[in-house]
């Protein structure tokens, strides 16, 4: 691994983690089915591995790949986006502490901070992110221990200031934690703006083909649990306390899946700059295009996040978010396109339509932060973009 780790993106992706099988040779790093591990002497593993929900070698292929992609110390593969975020919050917070989040999040990610965690005994805020002297004033009145960000956020596409909201939490004595599952680790890598931890939905692009649920955590080096606690491991090291309690609660996905999300790192350069085109040229069409209100996507120049996100993203991406005027009118085109997928989920070689406000994000209908309700969400797939753009016409020429 350690030879490759000045190499390009693209070189990293396909070969941190791959090294060829000692006893076979095997070019790419085999499905370890076996849930546990032969040992010569009781107290002593081979290769490091006891039993499967503690470790399994094709899981740490591609957690060694993840980690090198988004420049972090650790990577830990989860079942579910959500079973990494909920590990994360549970290695840093516990009972009384308080938590802080940003208002556009994933319909899950808001239903665990606004029902699930309050429940527990720990506090919760949503915080206006796009104004970062506000956020720091808000994380240190409220003793925040994180605060947890999108960007690009879903389904809005708002852009946050990773390296100014970083500065804000960490003024604050706070953590900041993001979700990067819309830009993947090929557009955007948060810890290289000082984020402390990224979060993903490897479901999403990482997977890329709609065919598997998973998820990850990747660290920075050198996290401290908070508060001076020494944590369940006992070493105070948050890296430890993931490692401690995946284990202990069983959050582990299984090596098939784990495998396919390394197949799946070698091709998402490639496969993020063909969504990132086809996006730009959906959006384009659509901008143009009469029954639309409006087009929202981080690559229009006069996107309000669009300085920012040049800054820190490689390319704008491959979700397209748009506005028909009316809540039926957003739902009649949901139902009337022949190329895109009526589904939830994004990410993968298929382009998905779908209807937020019910489908995605109904935990967020009649809060606070409810979605317009003429909102349509378009995950761009591999198409060719004519097709998708014929569709789209013919399906807006049906409202
Ligand atoms: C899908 C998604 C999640 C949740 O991940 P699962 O793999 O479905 O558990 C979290 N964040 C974002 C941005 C997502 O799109």
Sequence with gaps: MSEHASAGFATRAVHVGQTPGATTGAVVTPVYRSSTFAQDHVDRLRGGYEYGRGGNPTRTAFQQA??????GERAFAFPAGLAAED??????????DDIAYAQDLYGGTFRLFSQIYPEEGRTTAAVDASDPEAVAAELARRRSRFLWIETPSNPLLEILDIRALADAAHSAGALLIADNTFASPYLQQPLAWGADAVVHSTTKYIGGHSDIIGGAVVLRAGLSLPAGRAGYSGTGRLGDELAYLQSAVGSVPGPDDV???????????????RHSANARAVAQFLRGRAGVAQVLYPGFADHPGHAVAE???????????????????????????RVFTLAVSLGATESLIEYPPIMTHAEKTSTAVALPDDIVRLSIGLEDPEDLIADLDQALAAL
């Design 259 to 273: 495998w396919l999300q390394s197949r799946g790192l070698k091709t998402l350069a490639v496969r993020m700059e």
């Design 311 to 337: 800054r820190q993203m490689r390319a704008f991406g491959g979700i397209v978010s748009l506005r028909l005027g009316s809540a039926e009118r957003a739902r009649k085109l949901c139902e009337s396109t």
């Design 66 to 71: 993840l980690a090198s992609l988004e420049g």
């Design 87 to 96: 590990t994360l919050v549970r290695a840093l917070t516990r009972p009384g």
